[in-house]
């Protein structure tokens, strides 16, 4: 699954907001914030079952970062993995 997701550092903090749900997530470091943001998108996009399958296998979550007050380049995508892959 792929997100939009910006990221601004605020007060020496990195936050990460996605743009295609009301998700965030925020750290000292930009690869803190994007981490804290897929926590943030599994959170959402999880259902909770009764007995979930045993094999179950979590999509991969990509986050393109379209606005970063950082020094990488806006258009370069920033792939970030779920959990137990």
Do not use: H, N, Y
């Amino acid at each position: 699954m792929r997100f939009r997701a910006t990221l601004q550092q605020v007060d020496g903090r990195w936050l990460a907001t996605c743009l295609d749900m009301e998700a965030s997530g925020e750290g000292s470091t930009r690869q803190a914030a994007l981490d804290s943001l897929r926590t943030a998108i599994d959170e959402r996009e999880t259902v909770e079952a009764v007995a979930p399958p045993e094999a179950s296998r979590a999509p991969r979550v990509e986050l393109l970062v379209v606005g970063d007050d950082g020094d990488r380049p806006s258009d370069e995508p920033i792939e970030v993995k779920r959990r137990g892959e």
